[in-house]
């Protein structure tokens, strides 16, 4: 990272030219990200738009998909682009939809990579907008309960989960409603879910299950540990 | 009837992967995979044996579609068209390699993007590919 933008302070006897150099790879970056997100923003509109009945069901879900896309990207800038807390993340999709007393979230400091940032930004942003319209955010009793941990998987199907030498890990966000109307399992699943399921999948290389309880979903995600990031300040965070 | 032309997809980005896929199929094109990184590229190409690949050079934050295109061009004398959010020249360069039909920058549209894949297409037809590949000669290591 550009010693600029991470606030060191620069030696006086380093060169211009050094300094010249890194500006330009930094603005070489950033027109990269510019520029691969302007065509991730054409994708999502183009796929939002094909799903849509009517332009103006279009102009909420594609502002509301963008949005929360941007709000991943805040919390990125923030961190010199590296790494988002899971935590930070949830309250910053939440926050702006749910009232604080009508969610809770738990679980120790993970932090999520750029790429699993933006795809779990995404993801929350479709729960919220489903249990608005049809879950737990539909009644005004209804209550969101997210927690997270990271678990090791052995290699061994079946073997002892809690085997040290396993390998990989994974991160698991449970989403539980309850308090909405009852569930029952949709004859046709909707986009905003399905986009869930596959974006994970594809980009992430992880693992949506969608339970639809009769008291309310229950969304488990998943992502292989390469996607979180350890925090330095609580190095033994899992639960 | 001709059969379709075969198109393999490589793109890290869900929503540019699954964009590009519609456009190709509104254009009477076969989309005969996609994939994120460089080894399942090659391994699709080997298994599907695609006429056309575009290939995104950065996958997962890393050049490797650069060294994907030229490990299968070399494997397999398949050529692609590059898109590319941001190329320099060491890069332009290296990708030469791939034998690459052409480069599409990033934004682009479905019209910009149908368009340089027909324009590949009819270069395909008129300079069929060679079966003149040398599996040795690949230097790159797909991850």
């Keep these: 990272m550009c010693r600029e933008l991470s606030g060191e302070a620069v030696p006086a006897d380093v060169s211009s030219t050094t300094l010249l150099e890194e500006r330009r790879a930094l603005i070489g970056e950033l027109n990269h990200r510019v520029r691969n997100m302007l065509q991730v923003v054409i994708g999502l509109c183009n796929q939002t738009l094909h799903r849509s009945s009517d332009l103006k069901q279009f102009e909420t879900a594609f502002i509301g998909r963008v949005q929360a896309l941007a709000r991943a990207y805040e919390l990125l800038s923030r961190d010199g682009w590296e790494k988002v807390g899971v935590g930070d993340l949830l309250h910053s999709q939440l926050a702006p939809y749910v009232p604080r007393h009508r969610y809770s979230v738990s679980g120790a400091e993970v932090n999520l990579t750029a790429d699993a940032a933006l795809g779990f930004g995404m993801a929350l942003y479709e729960l919220v907008t489903n249990a608005a319209k049809y879950g737990a955010l539909s009644e005004p009793e209804g209550h969101i309960n997210v927690t997270w941990r990271t678990e090791r998987q052995s290699k061994h199907e079946g073997a002892d989960s809690a085997d040290a030498s396993a390998a990989p890990s994974c991160l698991i966000l449970q989403w539980i409603e309850r308090g909405g109307p009852q569930v029952s399992a949709p004859a046709r699943q909707g986009f905003g879910l399905e986009l869930i399921q596959r974006q994970l999948q594809y980009q992430l290389h992880g693992k949506v299950t969608m339970d639809f309880l009769p008291m309310g979903l229950h969304v488990t995600l998943s992502v292989p540990v390469s996607e979180a990031v350890p925090n330095s300040k609580s190095p033994n965070q899992t639960q | ?143």
């Design chain 2, 1 to 143: 009837m001709n059969a379709p032309p075969k198109i393999l997809i490589v793109e890290d980005q869900y929503f540019v992967a699954v964009d590009c896929e519609l456009h190709l199929r509104s254009a009477g094109m076969e989309c005969v995979g996609l994939a994120t990184t460089a080894a399942s590229a090659l391994d699709l190409a080997e298994r599907e044996r695609p006429d056309l690949i575009i290939m995104d050079i950065r996958l997962a934050s890393r050049a490797d579609g650069v060294a994907a295109a030229i490990v299968i061009y070399e494997r397999l004398g398949i050529r692609c068209i590059f898109t590319s959010a941001h190329a320099d020249e060491l890069t332009h360069k290296e990708a030469e390699r791939a034998h690459p039909l052409a480069w599409v920058d990033k934004p682009y549209s479905s019209h910009q993007l149908i368009a340089a894949v027909q324009h590949a297409l009819d270069e395909l037809d008129s300079n069929p590919p060679t079966s003149c590949v040398d599996t040795a000669s690949s230097s790159h290591t797909v991850h």
